[in-house]
């Protein structure tokens, strides 16, 4: 069965730095695009890095220059290390893979910057 974990999100204050990762079981991970999205409370959902099968990133204007999307093949894993947090990035981040058989979606993990 093909599922996503991710990981790492918590409380920081305006200015600290998290990292996220989002744990692949069933599946390789490296086979397929990434992405990250979040979903601040009341707000749609609004995509926020990819990474190609290749390993090349894509950020949103909002977050670029501060966080970094990469791949850890040996872990299966993908992360998102986020830096110079804004109280705006509070929200909850889930990682997405864009597989043969379709998204596979993680249970979302909790970020919340205060200022």
């Known amino acids: 069965q093909m599922h996503l974990a991710e990981s790492g999100g918590g409380l920081v204050q305006s200015g600290g730095s998290l990292r996220l990762s989002c744990a692949a079981s069933?599946?390789?991970?490296?086979?397929?695009?990434v992405k990250w999205f979040r979903q601040a409370p009341g707000k749609e959902r609004e995509w926020v890095a990819r990474?190609?099968?290749?390993?090349?990133?894509e950020y949103a204007p909002s977050v670029k220059d501060r966080f970094t999307i990469s791949r850890d093949n040996s872990e299966n894993t993908v992360s998102l290390q986020m830096n110079s947090l804004k109280p705006e990035d509070t929200a909850v981040y889930y990682c997405?893979?864009?597989?043969?058989?379709?998204?596979?979606w993680g249970q979302g993990t909790q970020v919340t910057v205060s200022e």
């Open positions: 997405v893979a864009y597989t043969f058989y379709g998204l596979r």
């Open positions: 069933g599946f390789t991970l490296n086979m397929y695009a």
């Open positions: 990474i190609s099968k290749d390993g090349e990133p």
